[in-house]
């Protein structure tokens, strides 16, 4: 069955960088479009990045340009989160999305001092 | 940026009766690129419904899905007490692909 497992988080302090992975089984993972998504503690659901299937197009919120990149490795089923200059702001739980398949189960960044 | 709106905000009903939840979008959503999850507290999100109307693999048929353009709907038919969640629609049409505030659905 599908699975989307997300591992990486941890607490950061502000200015600091932290990689999210996500990897990913039970489907034909190179042909599908990834986002990541965060929500933050209390908070609704909030799109961050997205990675077409070959990755030669990415799009970015507004709130994390310029400080995340995503990236993926299709030979190894595996999407990845780069997290530049953290702030507080981006405490949140982490979750990758592919929209035809579903979420994983998320990985929790703190970034506190 | 795509402005998903989504209404009410919270839905209290009894089981066996039915939830329509709408989600109003601030243009057109291009070619229905719309989804819709639950999630119930500390949870991850669940896929129910993509492309407007298709049904997710494993959610059962009381969940349905209708709409395009700018107005869609979830419909939860035969309310069970497990329904209970914060219901989000998604347009994944063009980027950002923004997300709406939710509905808050209470079966008591």
């Known amino acids: 069955q599908v699975q989307l497992v997300e591992s990486g988080g941890g607490v950061v302090q502000p200015g600091g960088s932290r990689r999210l992975s996500c990897t990913a089984s039970?489907?034909?993972?190179?042909?599908?479009?990834i986002h990541w998504v965060r929500q933050a503690p209390g908070k609704g659901l909030e799109w961050v990045t997205f990675i077409r299937y070959d990755g030669t197009s990415k799009f970015y919120a507004d709130s994390v340009k310029g400080r995340f990149t995503i990236s993926r490795d299709n030979s190894n089923n595996t999407l990845y989160l780069q997290m530049n200059s953290l702030q507080t702001e981006d405490t949140a739980v982490y979750y990758c999305l592919v929209i035809t398949k579903g979420w994983g189960q998320g990985t929790l960044v703190t970034v506190s001092s | 940026e795509i402005v998903l709106t989504q209404s009410p905000g919270t839905l209290s009903l009894s089981p066996g009766e039915r939830a329509t939840l709408s989600c109003r979008a601030s243009?057109?959503?291009?070619?229905?690129?719309l989804a819709w999850y639950q999630q119930k507290p500390g949870q991850a999100p669940r896929l129910l419904i993509y492309?407007?109307?298709s049904r997710a693999t494993g959610i059962p048929d009381r969940f349905s899905g209708s709409g395009s353009g700018t107005d869609f709907t979830l419909t939860v038919s035969r309310l069970e007490p497990e329904d209970s969640a914060v219901y989000y629609c998604?347009?994944?049409?063009?980027?950002?692909?923004?997300f709406g505030p939710g509905t808050k659905l209470d079966i008591k």
């Open positions: 998604q347009q994944y049409g063009i980027s950002p692909f923004t």
């Open positions: 492309d407007a109307s």
């Open positions: 243009q057109s959503v291009a070619s229905s690129y």
């Open positions: 039970g489907f034909a993972f190179s042909n599908y479009g």
